[in-house]
């Protein structure tokens, strides 16, 4: 089946650094990637829509500057939380939508703690 | 606006023992349907997806849910529970055009008793 991976699984970083998070189809295209965020013991909340070779399409409320997302290949779309801090702690999930199967996967989701 | 609401944030059965959770849906139009099961940080696994047809759908690990349009319903059952079915379980509603856009309800947290 579709695989969707995230790199790094978990992260700690210290206040005000940046961190990169990976997502990537392994066996399908993906146009279209989304990130979302889940708070402990919350639902997901979609951050954005990534979109292969254009700017990703935020949702209201999420800072665009703070949460840079690059989809520049078929395969891989990153998100960078800049100048982190902590109340930027959180489970982060992409998913893929497989263009050609009309389906979604999720990668298993990066665990990120600010300190 | 497009919404999905799961009433019961956390429910207990005991293992063998049916169960269904909850799932109602508001949505501009026809949508497209999923339950997602997550364990402990992990990611969500897909258990089925409804988008037209028989309104009964089966899905992976024994779970079928069914569609009642006049309800805005798409609960999710399964007959006989097994410890491992222990997870957080998710609906979702999306678009039946282009990429998949998903509105999640909160989720609701099931617990099996031995």
């Not at chain 1, 109340?87 to 300190?115: K, M, W």
């Not at chain 2, 055009?97 to 617990?111: D, E, H, I, N, S």
Request: charged letters at 15%; a neutral charge.
């Amino acid at each position: 089946g579709a695989v969707v991976s995230q790199h790094p699984s978990w992260v700690i970083c210290k206040s005000g650094t940046s961190v990169k998070i990976e997502c990537r189809s392994l066996d399908f295209q993906a146009t279209t990637m989304f990130w979302y965020r889940q708070f402990p013991k919350q639902s997901l909340m979609l951050m954005a829509t990534s979109n292969e070779g254009s700017k990703a399409t935020y949702e209201q409320g999420v800072e665009k500057d703070k949460f840079l997302i690059n989809h520049a290949s078929l395969t891989l779309s990153t998100l960078t939380v800049t100048s982190a801090h902590p109340e930027d702690s959180s489970f982060y999930i992409c998913s893929a939508h497989n263009d050609r199967a009309y389906e979604q996967y999720f990668g298993p989701g990066t665990r990120l703690t600010v300190t | 606006a497009q919404s999905v609401t799961q009433p019961d944030i956390h429910i207990t059965v005991s293992e063998g023992a049916s169960l269904e959770l909850r799932c109602n849906y508001s949505y501009g139009a026809t949508p497209y349907l999923f339950w997602y099961v997550q364990s402990p940080g992990q990611g969500l696994q897909l258990l089925l997806k409804y988008f037209s047809g028989d309104t009964l759908v089966q899905g992976i690990k024994g779970f079928e849910a069914e569609f009642k349009r006049s309800q805005s319903s798409f609960n999710l059952r399964k007959p006989s529970v097994h410890w491992s079915d222990a997870a957080e379980y998710f609906c979702a509603v999306g678009p039946t055009q282009g990429a998949q856009k998903l509105v999640f309800g909160q989720g609701t947290r099931l617990t099996i008793n031995p």
